[in-house]
């Protein structure tokens, strides 16, 4: 049913429920707007709502936000764009590719090769480290690169134990987002540091966190991904094989300019994800690489309750973000599949 | 010469059989139709030939060349597709073109394909258009063009004209037909409907269960069906069957069957029919030879239920015994539902099937 469809008093009733809810969301963002133009004695003074009305607004904040007297602002908005950009470009990018295979090829492999790979792992780690006497960062990188080895080697044999697919791959992927991302953060922590004792620099480097962000982004892009792919009329590809098209072109410059919507959509998706991350900016970076949502929180805890102070940066957090969901909606329009089929 | 040869090919999906043993062999230029319901394994048969699958055992040719590991782009096929698959983000031309472009060739080569393929399918205004800007025979048409810039060994039709409405499916049938002749290119076409195979086919191949029943021209396949699959399969409205046996008696051999049937076997077939005296056997007539002029021939009492005046003609669809039937009377005629009328049958046009194998027998 639609609204168009309520007649009278009903229809009347229906458009001041939206309206309500309308202002129920807007006006926290109205809010943090007005009191980024306030004066520290307007915003302790008791609640006012209109600016020039209730109060003088001043630009205050906003000057002091801006000339760096609250922290390297340029520097963090200029970090948070590098990494989130890049991080989201390069997981829609590699998260499409895994995701166009998996819906495409099928593959098999047996449940004891990916046992085996975290046998290996996890025992090489402890092997190196408490037999061997190696460090942890060593010890680490061999176990790794072992046990990866061993697991694609052991695939080629007909090993026994039940068989895996597609489908437990995707599974596999998504289920990294079913722990708190804490233990990843922690972890990827201490791995940072001992990679920094043999001489590269993760910690607080656009390196580290923008592979941090690629890594976590890529389950979301790959689940997001598979579904586009999935929807696309296979008889366009296999109509581009058949007239001798190599793989990379048919994927290049059939597949993904058919599922620009979809990869629109999941960029925002993981763009937001990325730019409103604070976790593992928080354990990852401490001043070079620091991103808007640490500099946001940072502003409470290092000056106390300066409102003013904090509106402003918050409302630099989110335009950003809002520019570029405008930019690209107009992308995402579907009905590009048009004329494929039927 | 590119002659397409179907060696013992086989085809399993995990334990499933799809096609048994399957032996084809289609002459260069030669149009041949693949028909059958659905599941009968054209359609496989079909992505075989063009690499689209591959072949569980056996071995494919085309021309002198064996095929049956090569990939698709390397077998120099053209394939047309039921959705016609274009690439939606390009515009007619780029579609047509694509191809050639991408395996290098010159700009200039590319150009003066695209501009033949579209004078000849007559889509020369749109080639600036997107498929989404076209009618549904438009886009079968650049479907078609995109084919023909191939310049392939063998052209593929996977029930290409399934999508289209009924007028324009019979316009774009005759295209096909003129384009193989101007063409002179080998050609095999998938299709469900038996009109399309039997009106395009230089050879049309019946299939059923994965199985070829019967692969002749199309009016052998109407006159001379090899079985009662084949005779069902072919002809709008289908064949009716009456079962019954043959008797011998000093009358000659006779057809006795369910709801009083009986006939007399004409004398030029009773001799090689003789044979099969007292065996349970399958009669088959079309509903076209039941209006048979000369006095004297044989008749059945048909049960009307239902009367569909088409025009030329009248169909009376009911029952013979327990048998449905459907017997084509005059348009005059004024028979209507429960009515029992006396069909006379031709009896020059009947056909006999052993009912035990389906085989038709007395040829």
């Not at chain 2, 004409?266 to 076209?288: M, S």
């Amino acid at each position: 049913m639609s609204v168009r469809t309520l007649k009278g008093k009903r229809r009347w009733l229906a458009l001041g429920g939206c309206l309500v809810w309308l202002a129920i969301t807007f006006f926290p963002l109205y809010w943090v707007l007005i009191t980024s133009f306030k004066t520290p004695i307007a915003v302790v003074g008791g609640p006012t709502y209109l600016p020039f009305v209730d109060f003088e607004p001043s630009l205050t904040a906003w000057s002091e936000l801006l000339s760096g007297q609250r922290g390297q602002f340029f520097n963090t908005f200029l970090a948070s764009t590098i990494i989130g950009l890049s991080a989201s470009i390069a997981a829609t990018f590699i998260g499409a590719m895994a995701a166009y295979a998996l819906v495409r090829f099928t593959f098999r492999f047996r449940l004891l090769s990916a046992l085996i790979f975290v046998a290996i792992a996890f025992g090489g780690f402890l092997v190196g480290r408490h037999v061997l006497g190696y460090g942890q960062g060593i010890s680490l990188i061999y176990a790794f690169v072992a046990a990866l080895a061993l697991a694609v080697i052991s695939s080629r044999f007909r090993l026994p134990g039940p068989e895996l697919g597609n489908n437990d791959i995707v599974f596999w992927f998504v289920s990294q987002r079913m722990f708190p991302p804490i233990v990843a953060a922690f972890a990827l922590y201490l791995m940072y540091t001992e990679m920094g004792k043999l001489g590269f620099k993760l910690v607080d480097s656009y390196i580290g966190l923008t592979f941090a962000y690629i890594a976590f982004s890529l389950p979301i892009v790959i689940w997001l991904m598979r579904d586009f792919f999935e929807a696309l009329p296979v008889e366009v590809e296999e109509a581009a094989m058949v007239d001798n098209v190599p793989s990379w072109r048919i994927f290049f410059g059939i597949v993904l300019p058919m599922s620009k919507p979809g990869l629109i959509a999941t960029f925002m998706i993981t763009l937001a994800f990325v730019w409103n991350e604070f976790l593992f900016a928080l354990f990852l970076t401490n001043s070079k690489w620091q991103t808007l949502p640490i500099l946001v929180a940072g502003q409470n805890s290092q000056r106390g309750d300066e409102w003013w102070a904090i509106s402003a940066a918050a409302l630099v957090a989110i335009i950003p973000m809002m520019v570029m969901a405008g930019l690209l909606s107009r992308l995402m329009r579907s009905g590009l599949l048009l004329g494929a089929i039927k | 010469m590119s002659q397409v040869r179907l060696e013992q090919i086989t085809k399993s999906f995990g334990n499933v059989t799809v096609i048994p043993p399957l032996e084809l062999h289609i002459a260069d230029r030669e149009f041949v139709v693949l028909v059958g319901p659905s599941g009968c394994g054209k359609t496989t048969t079909l992505r075989m030939i063009a690499g689209l699958e591959t072949a569980t055992s056996g071995s494919i040719r085309i021309g002198e060349r064996d095929v049956t590991d090569l990939r698709p782009g390397l077998r120099n096929c053209s394939m047309v597709f039921q959705n016609y698959a274009l690439y939606p983000h390009m515009t007619v031309a780029e579609n047509i073109g694509y191809g050639m472009k991408v395996r290098g060739t010159p700009k200039a080569e590319v150009d003066k394909a695209v501009t033949d393929a579209a004078r000849i399918l007559n889509l020369g205004a749109y080639l600036g258009r997107k498929p989404s800007a076209l009618s549904g025979g438009q886009r079968q048409r650049v479907a078609i063009g995109r084919a023909i810039v191939r310049q392939p060994d063998v052209f593929l039709f996977d029930e290409p004209l399934s999508n289209l409405d009924a007028k324009l499916r019979i316009e774009m049938r005759t295209e096909i037909k003129l384009l193989h002749r101007r063409l002179q290119t080998t050609a095999v076409y998938v299709t469900h409907d038996q009109v399309e195979a039997m009106t395009m086919a230089d050879r049309v191949v019946v299939m059923n269960q994965g199985r070829i029943e019967q692969a002749a021209d199309p009016i052998t396949l109407y006159e001379a069906p090899a079985n009662l699959f084949v005779a069902a399969f072919i002809g709008a409205p289908s064949m009716n069957f009456i079962e019954g046996r043959l008797e011998g008696g000093d009358g000659g051999l006779q057809f006795k069957g369910d709801g009083d049937v009986a006939i007399k076997v004409p004398e030029n077939r009773a001799g090689k029919l003789g044979a099969f005296a007292g065996k349970e056997v399958v009669l088959g007539i079309r509903p076209e030879h039941t209006m048979a002029a000369d006095a004297g021939a044989p008749t059945v009492k048909l049960t009307v239920r239902d009367v569909e005046p088409l025009g030329p003609h009248t169909l009376a669809l009911g029952k013979v015994g327990q048998a449905a039937f459907t017997a084509q009377v005059h348009a005059a005629s004024r028979i209507g539902p429960d009515d029992q009328i006396e069909v006379p049958i031709e009896a020059a046009k009947i056909h006999f099937f052993l009912k035990e194998t389906g085989k038709a027998i007395g040829r």
